[in-house]
């Protein structure tokens, strides 16, 4: 795929992923124009401020629950690049018509209006919150893998294809738990903290935004991709960034789940295990050409991939490395 030809569009482009995103795509893959589309015009403002401004990029304010702004926005786009959401489980739980209003419904606005311009591929951000899902923000994700998914039988003459990536928590991403327990320990020194038995899967803004770059590039249309990624404790975590800090536990909060699935038992008997990565096919459909069992093995029937019984883990000393630059960015104001 060459990206130099490509006119590249991302929803959510002022976000943590957004912006990594537009960093890595100008620096090294070039599209002939890429589309920051957002709603938000003084995030916009602040990323120009903050050195992205290339004369390959467009910055766009819209929101994607405006269908007619989408369709304006992806007139001549070749690839949309879909990470707009509400994302924050206790906002999602009070505000639920908003998680609907944004994340189901702006999802198949964009779906919509990319098989009535013709985009030529879509790929949408998931969480492995939309894994049997316990939150509204889960279940608003789960239906916007369904949505996106399954508009690959809407294809219609532009034979538009669509794709999710579906992974876990982004280090020092906005929402994230880093910068909280870092403002925790210059604060009163005391680490608030909801079950020591949680755990997470875990992966670098970096690590997400090639992930998606990568399977953009080898998507057929109706894949879930899933990530091989590390878990951590996090207690652990909060040892790595204050050892000496007393740790409080809070309880779990409404909708928060002790333990996270990136692929259910369920999706077990259409899942293909790469090397670094697994691909959930989609289930009878019959725009799908398959031929990832030639690339990979399908996994065991009643497999699962939960961050408790991952057999990849980061120790404390992997995890302080992890959280150093983190670290630095905080102490420089950089990170709040």
């Given at each position: 795929?060459?990206?130099?030809?490509q006119?590249?569009l991302?929803?959510g482009?002022?976000?943590s992923?957004?912006?990594?995103?537009?960093?890595?795509m100008?620096?090294?893959?070039?599209?002939?124009?890429?589309?920051?589309?957002?709603r938000?015009?003084?995030?916009?403002?602040e990323?120009?401020?903050?050195?992205?401004?290339?004369p390959?990029?467009?910055?766009?304010?819209?929101?994607?629950r405006?269908l007619t702004?989408l369709?304006?926005?992806m007139?001549?786009?070749d690839v949309v690049?879909h990470?707009?959401?509400?994302?924050?489980?206790p906002?999602c739980?009070?505000?639920?018509m908003?998680?609907?209003?944004?994340?189901?419904l702006?999802?198949?606005?964009v779906?919509d209006?990319?098989?009535d311009t013709?985009v030529k591929?879509?790929?949408?951000?998931?969480?492995?919150k939309?894994v049997?899902?316990?939150?509204?923000?889960?279940?608003?994700?789960?239906?916007?893998?369904?949505?996106?998914?399954?508009?690959?039988?809407?294809?219609g003459?532009?034979a538009t294809?669509?794709s999710?990536?579906r992974?876990g928590?982004?280090?020092?991403?906005r929402?994230?738990v880093?910068?909280?327990f870092?403002?925790?320990r210059?604060?009163d020194?005391?680490?608030t903290i909801?079950?020591?038995?949680?755990?997470?899967?875990?992966?670098?803004?970096?690590?997400g935004v090639r992930?998606?770059?990568r399977?953009?590039?080898?998507?057929?249309?109706g894949e879930?991709?899933?990530?091989k990624?590390?878990?951590?404790?996090?207690?652990?975590?909060?040892?790595?960034?204050?050892?000496?800090?007393?740790?409080?536990?809070?309880?779990v909060?409404p909708g928060e789940?002790?333990?996270e699935l990136?692929?259910?038992?369920?999706?077990?008997?259409s899942?293909?295990e790469?090397?670094?990565?697994?691909?959930?096919?989609?289930?009878?459909?019959?725009?799908?050409?398959g031929?990832?069992?030639?690339?990979?093995?399908p996994?065991p029937?009643g497999?699962?991939?939960?961050s408790?019984?991952n057999p990849?883990?980061l120790?404390?000393?992997?995890?302080?490395q992890?959280?150093?630059?983190?670290e630095?960015?905080?102490?420089?104001g950089?990170?709040t």
């Amino acid at each position: 795929m060459n990206w130099k030809d490509q006119v590249v569009l991302i929803t959510g482009g002022t976000g943590s992923f957004g912006k990594a995103f537009t960093k890595i795509m100008l620096e090294e893959f070039q599209p002939a124009k890429l589309i920051v589309f957002s709603r938000d015009e003084l995030k916009q403002h602040e990323m120009r401020v903050a050195g992205f401004d290339h004369p390959n990029l467009r910055y766009f304010i819209g929101d994607v629950r405006d269908l007619t702004r989408l369709e304006r926005a992806m007139q001549a786009v070749d690839v949309v690049v879909h990470a707009a959401a509400l994302k924050q489980v206790p906002a999602c739980e009070y505000n639920p018509m908003e998680a609907v209003k944004t994340n189901i419904l702006g999802s198949s606005n964009v779906v919509d209006a990319a098989l009535d311009t013709g985009v030529k591929k879509v790929m949408a951000l998931s969480t492995d919150k939309a894994v049997n899902p316990v939150n509204l923000y889960g279940a608003t994700k789960l239906a916007a893998e369904k949505l996106v998914i399954q508009s690959n039988a809407y294809a219609g003459k532009y034979a538009t294809r669509l794709s999710c990536v579906r992974y876990g928590n982004v280090v020092g991403s906005r929402g994230s738990v880093v910068p909280v327990f870092l403002r925790q320990r210059s604060n009163d020194g005391k680490l608030t903290i909801t079950d020591e038995r949680m755990t997470r899967f875990w992966l670098s803004l970096e690590q997400g935004v090639r992930f998606v770059i990568r399977n953009i590039e080898q998507m057929q249309g109706g894949e879930v991709f899933v990530p091989k990624i590390p878990s951590m404790s996090v207690v652990d975590l909060a040892n790595a960034i204050a050892p000496k800090a007393k740790l409080e536990m809070i309880g779990v909060r409404p909708g928060e789940k002790l333990h996270e699935l990136l692929i259910s038992r369920d999706e077990s008997r259409s899942t293909v295990e790469m090397d670094d990565m697994f691909v959930v096919q989609p289930v009878e459909a019959f725009w799908f050409g398959g031929g990832w069992q030639e690339m990979g093995q399908p996994v065991p029937d009643g497999f699962r991939y939960s961050s408790a019984e991952n057999p990849d883990w980061l120790d404390v000393e992997q995890i302080r490395q992890i959280i150093r630059p983190f670290e630095e960015a905080f102490a420089q104001g950089k990170l709040t």
